[in-house]
């Protein structure tokens, strides 16, 4: 273990006083000031004060349930700033230590604290991130590869295993490596082997027929034996021998705030508090969580009543959707036979505009139910260049959904694209872009505002590469043809995340796969028509840049026009056009390798799976967000990924990571970040970012069935003691 030292503190007279309930002015000198909604003390244990450990207060007494989170200086002392009246459950948590005994509470009161050292080091284990339990996970050995194993798609290599794993399976959906994974649940069965136990595991409840055939991608029986032996060894004792470090710096300045919302059945993708072009947007209004495939519900969290309430998305009542799954291959170990997801949405992302309206992503129809302006013979230019509905042209998938706080309705917007990530630009039209189904999709708010026309507010256009060289559109060939020097090519590939860039008109979208890419599209001055695409495939195996990953997920643009995505490698990313040497065209553009110099990669922080490994860190990263107007406090254009595994967000500040670490419930996996400023007049007060618990399973979270997910805020004081 670590040990954590404490200059020029009296610490015989700290562990003199009685130190639980008793005020802080008593502690030794360590005078903590308060006001009348705060509670503050000192934090010490046997070994004296104790310095970057997590005070927790929560409460049940509210219209829902609420907590908020500090850490202890360097002299052990902490103060939870500005709680709502009620009677709080106080305690301590922190590396090292087993949690202490709950103390009741109410703002207003100085309360000392005494920290409960771990007895050993696998009790002090429990409490680390899912991360640490990972690195136990024994990955085959790249001599292993490629898996002899039929259907193995992801076993051609150790790095495509990885991004399996972690990018497009098991990681994107759990957080693999948390008490509720490492573990077999009693409640599943008694089996004659681990493999067994792994192979009825993965087949349950609703998503068990996609684990399952995950699970054959990876390699099934190769994975099954990982899996088993992992969790075997932990069930006899083993445990991770790395201990995470204290928050330390910036870290102990961070107030975290979490409110229960929503049906503990219910999960969500995203959440979304204002605009991200301008975060002043809606100041201390409502926060919204969008849920995927649990439930047609949009969630409304009031953070000034700390209340919650929700409203149903609408599809098309002529469209002919059916509901989600309505059976089980077998029971979950947490539900049995219930059947606890019946959507017809399939809700995904959700983005605030100028008004505070929040687009949804969201299934309204069927592809058969395409609208006619998106079809051949449609006036609309793109159906003119690039008309949907034939073979191969579908027009399915999501759509979007608007919901106005004012009238407080949910207008339907068909579009003729696939919709998924979706983000505004920084056009006077307000454009909002989304990608799927091989197109990069637009609707011009300002149009539809005024002419209530979904057909003539929209567009679509195919990603294509100047590959002839001219610097404009032309004709082009099909992904699968071979590059014709007359003409452009289309690339078949689809936007996953999307941003416009605020430095030029561009739109910058990440493009799944191993190694995967970022991908630049220029609209022109006629999109439809002009639009030319530009393709950078992540470096791997690439001995001109100066990093190596693979498997990009979300992405974003700061404000200088630097596009960034986290990598299933364990990596942010950055990648910036004007480091580029040579042209960005001709005929090899369409293979991405034309400007390896644009890329910089910084592995994240944590640790990494023992042996040689293709993987930097054991961490899965889903999203990352560019805090362009210092929304937190951290600095503006500060880079902030998601630590899906690490249970925190990942903040990048001049080259170095502050880790905001969500100690309490234990699973925290976040697939959105946003930030609003309240009031800029309000120092710290005024500033803050938002996200929400967005794992498929809350039942996986410390606390099990019954755990409902919680939306988030962090803040970032001056010190630990601000109030």
């Known amino acids: 273990m670590r040990k954590i030292l ?49 005070v927790i207060a929560e409460t049940k007494e509210l219209p829902t349930g609420f907590s908020r989170i500090v850490v202890t200086d360097d ?12 009677n709080y459950q106080v305690f301590v948590r922190g590396y090292g230590l087993v949690d202490s005994p709950k103390v009741t509470a109410a703002p207003g ?5 005494k920290a409960v050292i771990a007895p050993n080091p696998r009790a002090a284990a429990e409490y680390y991130p899912a991360n640490y339990w990972l690195t136990l996970l024994k990955l085959p050995d790249k ?51 681990g493999v067994s136990a792994w192979a009825r595991r993965i087949a349950s409840g609703h998503d068990g027929s996609q684990m399952d055939q995950q699970m054959g991608q990876l390699g099934r029986q190769r994975a099954l034996k990982m899996f088993a032996d992992w969790t075997d060894r932990i069930a006899a004792g083993d445990y991770p021998k790395e201990a995470p470090p204290r928050p330390e710096g910036a870290e102990r300045n961070v107030v975290i705030t979490q409110w229960d919302w929503a049906d503990p059945r219910e999960y969500f993708h995203d959440v979304i508090a204002s605009d991200k072009r301008n975060p002043t947007v809606m100041p201390y209004g409502p926060v ?13 969290l009031d953070p000034v009543k700390n209340s919650w309430t929700q409203v149903t998305i609408p599809a098309n009542p002529k469209a002919n959707l059916n509901p989600g799954p309505g059976g089980l291959a077998n ?13 017809i949405t399939s809700g995904h992302s959700n983005e605030m505009d100028q008004k505070g309206r929040v687009w949804n992503t969201t299934r309204t129809r069927t592809a058969a ?5 998106c079809k051949a013979g449609s006036e609309n230019p793109s159906a003119k260049a690039y008309p949907l509905g034939g073979p191969g042209r579908g027009g399915g998938g999501r759509q979007y959904t608007v919901y106005d706080p004012k009238t407080k309705k949910i207008d339907i917007v068909d579009t003729c694209f696939s919709t998924f990530h979706l983000n505004f630009d920084n056009d006077p039209d307000n454009t909002i872009w989304s990608g799927g189904g091989g197109l990069v999709g637009w609707v011009n708010t300002k149009i539809l505002d005024e002419t209530h026309d979904a057909g003539k507010a929209q567009g679509w256009v195919p990603l294509i590469v100047d590959t002839n060289g001219n610097g404009k559109r032309d004709a082009y060939v099909e992904p699968n043809e071979p590059v014709d020097p007359t003409k452009d090519k289309r690339i078949g590939a689809s936007f996953y995340g999307v941003m416009a860039s605020p430095a030029d008109n561009s739109v910058w979208g990440s493009v799944l796969g191993f190694p995967g890419a970022l991908v630049r599209m220029d609209p022109g001055p006629n999109a439809p028509e002009t639009a030319r695409a530009e393709i950078y495939t992540v470096p791997w195996n690439e001995p001109k840049a100066s990093g190596q990953g693979f498997s990009p997920r979300g992405m974003d643009v700061d404000k200088d026009g630097v596009a960034w995505t986290v990598l299933g490698s364990g990596h942010l990313a950055s990648f910036d056009r004007r480091k580029c040497k040579g042209p960005l065209n001709g005929p090899t553009a369409a293979d991405g390798k034309l400007c390896p110099e ?3 990669l910084y592995k994240v922080p944590g640790p990494n799976f023992s042996g040689d490994t293709d993987a930097a860190a054991t961490d899965s990263n889903y999203y990352n967000w560019s805090d362009k107007f210092n929304s937190l406090g951290l600095g503006e254009n500060v880079q902030i990924a998601t630590g899906n595994d690490s249970g925190a967000l990942l903040a990048l500040v001049n080259g170095k990571w502050v880790v905001l670490r969500v100690p309490y419930p234990l699973g925290f996996y976040a697939k959105s970040i946003n930030g609003r400023i309240d009031d800029p007049k309000a120092g710290w007060k005024g500033r803050g970012l938002w996200t929400g618990w967005s794992n498929r399973n809350p039942w996986h979270n410390e606390g099990g069935k019954g755990k409902s997910s919680m939306a988030i805020h962090f803040q970032v004081r001056p010190d630990p003691l601000a109030k």
């Open 6 to 54: 404490y200059p020029g503190i009296c610490v015989a007279a700290l562990l003199a006083s009685s130190v639980s309930g008793v005020g802080a002015r008593q502690a030794g000198g360590n005078s903590v000031p308060i006001d009348n909604d705060d509670i503050g003390g000192v934090v010490t244990s046997d070994k004296g004060p104790e310095a970057g450990v997590w």
């Open 75 to 86: 002299r052990g002392r902490y103060v939870v700033p500005d709680l709502p009246k009620a």
């Open 109 to 113: 009161k100085p309360l000392n604290l």
């Open 143 to 193: 001599s292993e590869f490629p898996l002899q194993e039929q259907g193995a798609t992801a076993g051609r290599s150790q790095g495509e295993f990885l991004k399996a794993l972690k990018t497009d399976g098991c990681m994107s959906c759990h957080q693999l490596g948390n008490k509720a994974t490492r573990e077999i649940p009693a409640a599943l069965g008694k089996f004659d082997s």
């Open 288 to 300: 919204y969580g969008l849920h995927e495939n649990s439930s047609d519900n949009l969630t409304i």
């Open 331 to 343: 029971p979950s170990p947490y539900w049995g036979e219930e059947i606890i997801w019946n959507q």
């Open 369 to 373: 139910e395409l609208p006619d302006y």
């Open 598 to 600: 644009g890329w910089t």
